[in-house]
């Protein structure tokens, strides 16, 4: 051998041992690597990978049902069937949609999205193929399965309003999560969950929490397609809480049958309890609509109703009081010791205050008149000569005594406050002075002041049961006896006289009302009239003669107002009525009011 | 030459078959068996579509081994130029239709298999610089000059299997090469002046890779850049990894494999989903099961006289230690994704037939082992 071949076969064994060592060590490396991923690091990688294989879905629970006092059901969750096609699971998908055609029609349209839905979701995914399904039609299905592969029915629920449109402003309806409702909700997964549907107004919407009740979860395992796989866990959840409202359907119904064809709103309270018995706005929608989706059709037709029927007109719509505020002044006067039932003004038709000149209602004038006589008669010399003596502050505070000027917060959206003017109120606003033809005005309920019919039936409440601080509320099972509410600081004889005017208003000869009088067996209503002018009348017209109402465009005449009470010797019952635009509070007003009560004693609402 | 051997005493192939080591090829069956298993597991529990066809091919390459370590290891050493340049041609005609066709053109199609030049080239180098370095002396090795010839005939190869482009392969000849260049005795200084160059020569060739290699390298320094893309993988990968723990989750119920959260998990991801399923235990039965091949393949290199057998085994031992170490280390994200698979034990035709090949030829090399007649 030669001595090279001996040197570089030394060589190589040396250098042999240093690459098995780096190999070694090399796998070392990898062991040590092992053990920091699988022992060290072990913990948080389960977790990742359980994170990865184990989707928590929710289950939607079912929304409580709402009630009306005697136990009639107003909103409720009805079965919704659908039909679903899963797409793998059917060796021919036109087949079967023709199939299915035979037994459902679908319209073009309805075709064309399946189709889409199809082409762009996972075969795995069901994709709906018709909703709304009746019994007939699910039946129908099901016995035409065999030629039907990969179709599935899907039982859902969907928010259902018995009464449509009679309760849409109490109820309001549900609907489902926008990007509005979101960002209050960030923590709340559920806001996630299609088909999730939330209450997007009225007590759907202030109860909403109480109603979803709290939903259930299932564990589930998938694959990295989002694939089902199998079922982990599942933890049930608990069905909505119902709700027992306040609200007599009966009585509903026929408040919202008096109106006709009017827009306006009224609000049934039972004075004793602050308990609404009824609130109907004019005209009304249909909260099922709103349901799946409203159409856009039958959203540009609600949104664009000069009669805006999305509006609840009973705690959104504010409107002067008009002579129904002459309550409350009569009240801070007699209160304040200004006037007493002696008290007498002269009424000429019209008198000046600075250098304007103010107008009764009559221009005949109604002569010498006291309280009694002058609510009777809705004198408006009357209250400008008590408002001017009273001052706007007395009235002011009277008013918010009895629920004006504040939200009252029954639990709709959108509650207005009104407004109750004062002397600072107008420096602020107007940046002048508070003159005395403003007190006269605000004496007649005119000028500044508004209120809305909730606002309006509180104060007349709170009047008639003897001066108790009783609260609108919708809900049952919190009644409070009429001792439990704060007596507010008003004396019984006053009281007792302002009631007697309201009396005459509806009974006595010549009262503004007493075309709506009833008896019902002794029963008689009490109440007051109001007829707010929109328009300003001005010295050219009053000269030429005013024009009448009926010759005026809609928009431009006036809102008619009445509110009332009954039995008159131990009240139950107060109602406001507002009616837009319709023109005679005693003409129009008073006898929707009317009938409203005269059901309501007829119904003897327990 | 009839100084190194390989052409004395003739052995008769029964004196052959029963030299060669039976625990070597048991240890092959026993991670063959292992790969077959994981694949039936890779198919939700199923011989198909993989695992039959692995146990399949297994055999065939088996037999094909048997075959390659009964010839005279005189023929490989003849040949080991004329191999070379063969396989050298082929893959410029690779890369010239590569011109043509569209994108990356790594093989061949003969028909019946498609064949890959670079894969070929892995065991043609060893070859060439076993032959080529069994001639020349101490001296010659030495020198600056010696080592211009095999570099020469190294980065050639090299340069072409890159830009094909296959840049894990590329890599993989290289190191391979450049290990016989130190088993033969080349110094220390060379190696670390060669390491200087590339450092420098680093930027021009980061602006050379294609983007996607780039990227490849970028997400291995950091997987959550792109944790939905590229990234992906070795994330999903580290998942596996970590949640089969100490025990691994049993057979047929690693949850990321089965959930196909892994990718590949039949060919470059394979030992993510034995891991996952077998554990940190397993893993370490599988790497142990390796060092042993490994160890063998050394000891075949130690007890050999002949210097071209003794550096064929270095060459083709390095080259199954290169494909072992970089499938493992980059599932696990210690090396980047360059799509090496796991000899064995992953899907595939082209490296079950190479390996098996390489192991043919270590067998012969061993038996030969005192063939070394002066």
Redesign the interface.
Known sequence: ??S??I???H???R??F???AV??L??T???A???F???F??D???M???E??ISTRFLLSPRGTIYDRNGEIIAKNEQNFQALIIAEQTPDIEETLREFEKIIPLSEEEEGKVLKDIKNKRRFIPVKLKDNLNWDEVSQILLHAPDLPGVEINEGLTRKYPYAELYAHILGYVGAVSENDKKDQKDNPLYMVPGFKIGKSGLERSFDYKLQGKSGTVKL?????GRV?KEIERDGGHQGESLNLTVDSRLQKAAYEAFGEESGAAVVMDVRSGEILAMVSTPSFDPNLFTNGISYKHWNELSTNERTPLVNKAVSGQYSPGSTFKIVVALAALEAGIIDADTHYYCAGGMEIGNIRFHCWNHYGHGSLNVVEALKYSCDIFFYETALRVGVDKIREMALKLGLGQTLSVGLGNEKSGLIPSKSWKKANYDTLWAPGDSANTGIGQGYVSVTPLQLVTMLSRVVNGGYAVSPTFIRGNEKDRKSFKRLDISTRNIELVKQGMYEVVNGVGGTAKKAKFNLDGVRMGGKTGTTQVRRISMKERRSGIIHDSQLPWKLRNHAWFMGFTPVDNPRYAVAVIVEHGSSGSGVAAPIASKILQEALILDIK | MT?FGLDGYKQGWKDKLFGMSFIYMFLIIILAGIGTMTLYSAANGDWQPWAIRHITRFVTAFALMIAMALIDAKYYYKSAYAFYFATFMMLVAVELMGHTGMGAQRWINLGIFKLQPSELMKIGIVLFLARY?SVT???G?KSVRGIIIPAVFTILPVALIAVEPDLGTALMVLCTAS?ML????VQWWKFAGAAAAVAATLPVVWNCLHEYQQNRVLTFLNPERDPLGTGYHII?S?????????FGKGFLRG??T????LPEKHTDFIFTMF?EEF??LG??CL?FI??LI??MG?VF??RS?N?FA??TI?GLN?NY?LYV?IN??MV?G?LPVVGVPLPLISYGGTVMFSIMASFGIMLCMSVNYDNNT?
């Open positions: 051998m030669n090279y071949n040197e570089k076969n060589i190589l064994s250098r042999l240093w690459i098995m190999n070694f090399a796998f490396v990898l062991m690597r092992l053990y991923l699988q022992v690091e072990a948080k990688y389960r990742l990978s359980d990865n294989r395992e998938v694959n990295a397609y796989m | 100084d370095f002396t101490v001296q090795i290990v130190f088993a033969v005795g999903q580290k998942i596996a990894f970590g949640s089969g723990g100490i949850t990321q089965h959930l196909n959260f891991s554990g940190m893993s370490f790497i390796n060092m490994l160890a050394y290199a130690y006289r210097y003794r550096l270095v390095t230690f170490f493992i280390a696990m210690v002066e």
